[in-house]
């Protein structure tokens, strides 16, 4: 079966710092995708992540451990229009499984 | 850049009424993928398909069924629309690399659906 937990809401002060945690249990896992929506929008891609350890892209940061089934998203230097929901989602030969998303929400 | 286009952006139908959402992508993706969008419910997966004439269950595919008739174009259709069945519909594509899974998905603009 294929299970993805993540968290449902967050919210976070502009400027900071965020980290977005996901927990997995797939069978036939390959990789971890990151996507960020943005209201009425449709998903669009952040991060893959196939070995251990963290991936840096800008702001935006992801990691993996195959052996815990875990990841999570880093968001740096924080700012409105980051205001979204990030959906983790867990990719097998073929086909992905998505979490619900957390909706994040940057404050002033 | 990819591009993966869906028929219709709003749709309003009548309860029986046979539905059909259409997609077509640009880049010759094996894989297309129909998934609704349900607040706390998050995406699932409908049907995928890996190659023409190909279809593929996914989680929830009771009230729908599919066509790959070509490589581009993969759809969705309603047999009899019901109100259960109003939701968001994102058609997704993706590519298959051997022995590492696959591309990232694309996905279209998304076809909000009311079955009224």
């Known amino acids: 079966g294929q299970n993805i937990d993540q968290p449902t809401e967050m919210t976070a002060t502009e400027g900071a710092i965020v980290q977005i945690n996901c927990t997995y249990q797939t069978s036939g896992f390959n990789g971890l995708f990151w996507y960020q929506q943005h209201a009425g929008e449709a998903p669009t891609f952040l991060s893959y992540n196939v070995l251990d350890g963290l991936e840096e892209k800008g702001r935006f940061s992801s990691f993996l451990s195959r052996s815990k089934g875990y990841s999570y998203l880093l968001l740096k230097e924080l700012q409105m229009k980051d205001s979204a929901s990030y959906l983790c989602?867990?990719?097998?030969?073929?086909?992905?499984?998505f979490g619900i998303g957390t909706k994040l929400q940057v404050i002033p | 850049d990819v591009k993966v286009t869906q028929s219709s952006r709003y749709l309003v139908k009548r309860t029986g009424e046979k539905v059909f959402l259409e997609c077509v992508q640009d880049?010759?993706?094996?894989?297309m993928f129909w998934y609704r969008q349900d607040p706390g419910l998050g995406l699932r997966l409908i049907y995928f398909s890996y190659d023409v004439k190909m279809k593929e269950k996914g989680d929830i595919p009771e009230g729908y069924s599919v066509s790959r008739e070509k490589k581009e174009r993969f759809s969705l259709i309603l047999e009899s629309a019901s109100t259960n069945q109003t939701s968001m519909y994102l058609c997704a594509s993706s590519q298959t690399r051997q022995g590492s899974g696959d591309t990232e998905a694309f996905f279209g603009q998304g076809t909000r659906l009311t079955v009224v």
């Open positions: 989602a867990a990719g097998g030969y073929q086909k992905v499984t």
């Open positions: 880049m010759d993706h094996e894989n």
